[in-house]
């Protein structure tokens, strides 16, 4: 007999001031879940809250490790457990080639993009086996970055690969404790950090040219399938891009 589908859960989304994260967030409530919006900025999340009781924002730097702690503390404050964790929050970096990479920008991207990841994914891990009924799901934001890079986006690249290597060891010590994780590699969604894709991308070849894109919510709409499966259902990646974008084979 195939297992129900869980019940509105509890999802900690972080980075969901904005982007995808907020369109993941605002999905997953107009669906019924609890949301914990994590973010640096308080503003962004109170607009994707909007007053609404299920929504919980939580002012967050990921690369912190005592405000990774207070937020989930404060989602299990508020809600009693946490269910699933969108480890979405990220940022592209500095556009440079190696030679020209400069190192403390370097070292933010590292913290934000790998620590945090590796922050939130501990913490979650940690209240997902406290709790009663044990087990959750985590979600990872990946990126097609993670298969092939854009010219000059060492940075980017790198920390994405990473996230691939996170995502492949929870997945292997994680299966027989009740959590099931996700990688989630996206592929031109229309947002801020992507606004000049559909315009002027840079090319291999060093020209520009715009390139297909596709609105946040159809990611949002994928990852909440996924979220609302019941944890002994897999799905270890997920990809989802603009069809037309020059990804297959040689562009």
Partial sequence: ????????GVVVVTGAGTGVGRAIAT????RGHAVVLAGRRRGPLEDVAGGRPAATPVVTDVA???????????????????????NNAGTFGPTARVDELDLDA??????????????????AVRTMLAQDPAGGRIVNNGSLSAHVPRPHSLAYTVTKHAITGLTASLQLDLRDVGI???????????????AGVSTAALQPDGSRRAEATIDADH?????????????????????????????????
């Avoid at 007999?1 to 509105?8: D, I, N, Q, R």
């Avoid at 070292?107 to 913490?123: E, F, H, I, K, P």
């Avoid at 990611?219 to 020059?246: F, I, K, W, Y």
């Fill in 219 to 251: 990611v949002a709409g994928l990852v909440s399938h996924v979220v609302e499966l019941p944890t002994d259902v897999a799905v270890p990646t997920l990809t989802v891009m603009a069809r037309q974008m020059p990804y297959a084979g040689r562009g």
């Fill in 180 to 194: 099931a994780v996700t990688q989630l590699d996206i592929g031109n969604a229309s947002t801020a950090m992507t």
């Fill in 27 to 30: 999905t997953l409530l107009e």
């Fill in 64 to 86: 912190d490790e005592e405000s990774v702690t207070r937020l989930f503390e404060t989602a299990v404050e508020r809600h009693g457990r946490v269910d699933v964790l969108v």
């Fill in 1 to 8: 007999m195939a297992s129900a589908a869980p019940e509105p």
């Fill in 106 to 123: 370097w070292a933010d991207t590292w913290q934000t993009n790998v620590t945090g990841s590796v922050l939130c994914a501990r913490a």
